[in-house]
């Protein structure tokens, strides 16, 4: 397991963006691809996008993927989430995974961050 640290979550309107981060020190050296992954209060964990050292990217549902983009620093150290357009069925705990490759399955990341809380409410 390697160290993982979130942060850029906050309470934001609806409609509003925030830009979250993720501190993967051993990108590309350590791991190869970096997740993003959020759980609401009773809810499973869901994937929510995913990048790998070759810059592929994905982000996994319909109402995500035109108002959400991940990406790196130029030295790959931090892996950013830029979320836009924020709905209230947004607000979860949004949390970075990391490991050999993209997955949608949570169980497949050996590395995990604490989290950051994302909070979307007028």
């Known amino acids: 397991q390697f160290q993982l640290v979130e942060s850029g979550g906050g309470v934001v309107q609806p409609g509003g963006s925030l830009r979250l981060s993720c501190a993967a020190p051993g990108f590309t050296k350590d791991y190869y691809a970096i997740g993003w992954f959020r759980q609401a209060p009773g809810k499973e964990r869901e994937a929510v996008s995913c990048i790998t050292d070759s810059g592929e990217t994905t982000n996994y549902l319909d109402s995500m993927k035109a108002r959400f983009t991940i990406s790196t620093d130029n030295t790959k150290n931090t892996v950013y989430l830029q979320m836009n357009s924020l709905k209230p069925e947004d607000t979860a705990v949004y949390y970075c995974?990391?490991?050999?490759?993209?997955?949608?399955?949570?169980?497949?990341?050996?590395?995990w961050g604490q989290g950051t809380q994302v909070t979307v409410s007028s």
């Open positions: 995974a990391a490991d050999t490759g993209c997955s949608v399955v949570p169980q497949y990341f050996g590395s």
